[in-house]
């Protein structure tokens, strides 16, 4: 095939200095008319693109250079850069007694947590857009409450209730129901997009038409449109749980943010090296969730529009 | 079983075409009694527990000594401290988050920047806790490799009263999520503008100034003003970070945890709890206009 063949359908290829089509007839006027410095108007916002790169991306590469490397930066120079890459750092936290208790009080949270925000959650949306969409803006004001009481507040407020409910509050599951406060904002905001999204209604009638009960239509045909949802609700909440330090630390309870603390006064590289593996964890479940997000609805920018909504204030910086 | 079925279907639809019987629709409302309860006894009794034990003295009546106690000494020292780290991270993260937002969006090649801009956007706001103190106690910290670096650059970071715990540490740190956190908010409303404003406005004469002078701005200003309320929020209630790079509970959230740690007499822990009836407090007020900016900043977008 002619290699400088054009297809006469494809469309023109973009202006690469102006970006976008031109939003009316141009007729002959070269592209660039009106905005001659253009191509100097660039120059900023590169700088301000590498610039961001490098304070975003240094962070996360000495913290895995202090975890993995075991010399010290007084020492460090061009010729000791590649001297002494090990785990030894993270087996050294694998190997103390805390670290699995920790981890799993923390994963049986995270489990615990997602659960009971999804029995609690998924009724209570279905029904609200089924049976009370007036509802909806309560319900929606609700949800966004636990922004305007941080949790560092909130666990005041578990600290007066705990001499009143010392037999709930002992245990270390005590804790699932707040993390389940704190991710609301989150989880409701998801839960209530996907619902948007799909005609329940419809649906819901449909499926009741053709002889369904209410247990088959919600787990048949509600759940299975809402899975992307679903995911995306279960793996921000997973994420809140695992990075919580705020309220576990006050009452003392062993969870991993916890053991990352005290272990890192202790070993500093391993402790190092934890963090390093929990902020992979956290952003390993935020990549895989946008693939998820993304896979099940082209059209959609569903990950930054995710993102965008749940970060109308992110609860966790904080926690 | 079928009858029950048809006769379901039939009221749904009845439902559909006008309004419910009121009997019926008040059942409804019942539905979400079990997730009332939940917020009720999982938020609402430990906040309002909160101001109740702010507001009592011990003998058990209505007093606001401990509320205004709260402004005074060490207390005052904190919030003077919170306030004014918070607002420094907030303008900081203003600014530099539109600027990227604004770098982002017209950034044309490659094609894929955008996409992954925002998406490291949405990972980065959420990072915090922990992780991100330590990563910059690495990087920045007095044995930190950035340190190093800007030293052999000639510039010696811990010259001055610089420290991570300081106001211009604690600002860089909580530029990590402050950053992108505003890059998600002001992106749609960046998108908002409008090509053809900007082409107006240059066909009625006007150069790149006076188009973000009268247009550019005034209509994100919403979107910045709120920006600023919801990053200065964030800023002031973060508690783990700080925890880890101040060594004293020099900030606000740290001293309610100084209170909570239950080192103090019985008389002032109320004092705590007025802290965190204050912080309660400045929460409402500033996610109250956030959401009133918010609103406004819609208006362009569509």
Known sequence: ?319 | MTDLVITDVVADGGRTAGAPPKARRDLAWLGLLPFFAFLVLFLFIPAISVFRNATNTEAGSFSFSAMKEAFTGQNLEAFKFSVKFSAGAAAIGVLFGTLLAYAAATATRPRWLRNLVTAFSGVAANMGGLPLAFAFLSLLGRQGVGTKILNWAGWDLYAGDFDLGNVAGLIVVYSYFNIPLMLLITLPAIDGLKQSWREACSNLGGTSVTYWRRVGLPVLAPSLLGGFLLLFANSFAAYATARVLTDNSKIVPLRIAFFLGGDVSIGEDAVGFSLAAWMIIIMVVCMSLYWMARKRAERWQS
């Open chain 1, 1 to 319: 095939m002619d290699p400088t063949f054009q297809n006469p359908v494809a469309p023109l290829p973009l202006d690469p200095e102006v970006g976008l089509r031109p939003t009316a007839p141009t007729g002959l006027a070269p592209a660039g008319v009106g905005r001659p410095r253009r191509r100097f108007a660039r120059v900023v916002p590169n700088l301000v693109i590498i610039v961001s790169a490098v304070f975003f991306l240094a962070p996360l590469l000495t913290l895995a250079r202090f975890s993995l490397q075991n010399v010290p930066t007084i020492l460090l120079g061009w010729n000791t850069l590649f001297d002494k890459w090990s785990l030894s750092g993270l087996t050294k936290a694998f190997d103390d007694p805390n670290f699995w208790p920790a981890l799993k009080l923390s994963l049986q949270l995270a489990v615990g947590t997602v659960l009971l925000t999804l029995g609690l959650l998924l009724p209570t949306a279905i029904w609200t857009h089924l049976r009370v969409p007036k509802a909806r803006s309560v319900i929606e004001f609700m949800t966004v409450l636990p922004y305007m009481i941080p949790a560092i507040a909130l666990v005041a407020g578990i600290k007066i209730i705990q001499p009143h409910a010392r037999w709930f509050l002992n245990s270390d599951f005590s804790l699932i129901p707040f993390y389940v406060i704190l991710a609301l904002p989150f989880t409701y905001r998801s839960l209530d997009a996907g619902l948007k999204a799909i005609d329940l209604r419809t649906l819901v009638d449909a499926s009741r038409s053709l002889g369904a009960g209410w247990g088959s239509t919600v787990f048949r045909v509600v759940i299975p449109n809402l899975r992307t949802a679903i995911i995306s609700a279960s793996f921000l909440t997973a994420a809140v749980v695992i990075g919580e330090f705020t309220i576990a630390d006050t009452l003392l309870k062993e969870t991993l943010p916890r053991f990352q603390a005290t272990f890192t006064g202790r070993e500093p590289q391993g402790g190092y090296g934890l963090n390093l593996l929990a902020l992979i964890v956290t952003i390993g479940l935020f990549v895989t969730l946008s693939v998820l997000t993304k896979k099940r609805d082209p059209k959609r920018k569903s990950f930054a529009r995710l993102a965008a909504n749940a970060a109308m204030t992110p609860g966790n910086p904080g926690s």
